[in-house]
């Protein structure tokens, strides 16, 4: 069993920068691949970025050259580097992990929000 814990969110303007974590608890974190998914009100959850345990990343086309996914494995940590933030970006942000990497997350946080407005 894993547990994820998301902390980092916030209100920022336009164009601005935020940095989200997402520590984990329980299970072997490295073997892992790791995601951020997002929803806006009225949306459906969408993938914004993902890391394998190999250290592959993926991006959403939405976020590409704007935000970074990255790990540390001995934190336990994975992180989202959110940078030139548009009001399209507010959304509430969850951390998921599975073994799987190209299916749903096994295991979810409980959200940080982000809002981008001025």
């Known amino acids: 069993q894993v547990q994820l814990a998301e902390s980092g969110g916030g209100l920022v303007q336009p164009g601005g920068s935020l940095r989200l974590s997402c520590a984990a608890s329980?299970?072997?974190?490295?073997?892992?691949?790791m995601s951020w998914y997002r929803q806006a009100p009225g949306k459906q959850r969408e993938l914004a970025a993902q890391?394998?345990?190999?250290?592959?990343?993926n991006y959403a086309d939405s976020v590409k050259g704007r935000f970074a996914i990255s790990r540390d494995n001995a934190k336990k940590t994975v992180y989202l580097e959110m940078n030139s933030l548009k009001a399209e970006d507010t959304a509430m942000y969850y951390c998921?992990?599975?073994?799987?990497?190209?299916?749903?997350?096994?295991?979810w946080g409980q959200g940080t929000q982000v809002t981008v407005s001025s």
């Open positions: 329980g299970g072997t974190f490295s073997i892992y691949g």
């Open positions: 890391v394998t345990s190999g250290g592959t990343t």
């Open positions: 998921g992990a599975g073994l799987i990497i190209s299916a749903v997350p096994r295991y």
